[in-house]
């Protein structure tokens, strides 16, 4: 069965950066994309960006360009996402997200991780 | 970007009852729209993709329907475990967008 774990939570003060990991399971790694979506507190759901296995080469939202960096170790079949100078508005729960049947919308995620910001 | 508006941003009702909840994009996006349910610490879940494609396991209460511009997804009887918060996400173009979603609450 197709499993997506999560690394655990983070506290971070504000200027530093974060690397969340996802580990996948129970399906052929580099045939899926992987995406991260966002969620802060008591608001909706934010993509942030996507993964592409195969070829190694991403995607991302313009308001995280130069800010975050997805990157994917084959060998382990994890996604990593690192996130650069954070701020309080960065809090929120991180969710890996896999790609649906060659199409951009999400079949299995990550249970997320809680990222706080605090000085 | 394609904007995407849901409506309601919450609704009470009550077991049993049929509920539709709209979705609508900022331009076409032919039937690229899928629907996800979250419950309050959970991860989200699909639901339909396609517009109207339900997911496997998913029960079939639930439906979705609509292209272009305008979606809804349809709980055709309300049960205890639907009360959750419901979104809309078209997947067409990046940046991928999501609606502001639809709270479902007992009434």
């Known amino acids: 069965q197709v499993q997506l774990v999560q690394s655990g939570a983070e506290v971070k003060q504000p200027g530093a950066s974060v690397k969340v990991s996802c580990k996948a399971s129970?399906?052929?790694?580099?045939?899926?994309?992987m995406h991260w979506v966002r969620q802060a507190p008591g608001q909706g759901l934010e993509w942030m960006g996507v993964?592409?296995?195969?070829?190694?080469?991403?995607d991302y939202a313009q308001k995280f360009q130069g800010r975050v960096t997805m990157t994917g170790d084959v060998s382990t079949t994890t996604v990593y996402l690192e996130v650069y100078g954070l701020q309080s508005d960065d809090t929120a729960v991180y969710y890996c997200?896999?790609?649906?049947?060659?199409?951009?919308?999400?079949?299995?995620w990550g249970r997320g991780t809680q990222v706080t910001v605090s000085s | 970007d394609v904007q995407m508006t849901q409506s309601p941003p919450a609704l009470s009702a009550s077991v049993g009852d049929r509920v539709t909840i709209t979705c609508r994009a900022s331009q076409t996006i032919s039937a690229w729209l899928a629907w996800y349910q979250q419950k309050p610490g959970e991860a989200p879940k699909l639901l339909i993709y396609r517009a109207s494609s339900l997911e496997s396991g998913v029960p079939s209460r639930f439906s979705g329907s609509g292209s272009g511009t305008d979606f809804s997804l349809t709980i055709s009887s309300l049960q205890p475990d639907d009360f959750a918060t419901y979104y809309c996400?078209?997947?067409?173009?990046?940046?991928?967008?999501f609606g502001g979603g639809t709270k479902v609450e007992i009434k």
């Open positions: 993964f592409k296995p195969t070829s190694g080469s991403t």
């Open positions: 996400q078209q997947y067409v173009s990046f940046p991928l967008t």
């Open positions: 997200a896999r790609n649906g049947a060659g199409h951009n919308y999400f079949d299995f």
């Open positions: 129970g399906y052929t790694f580099y045939a899926y994309y």
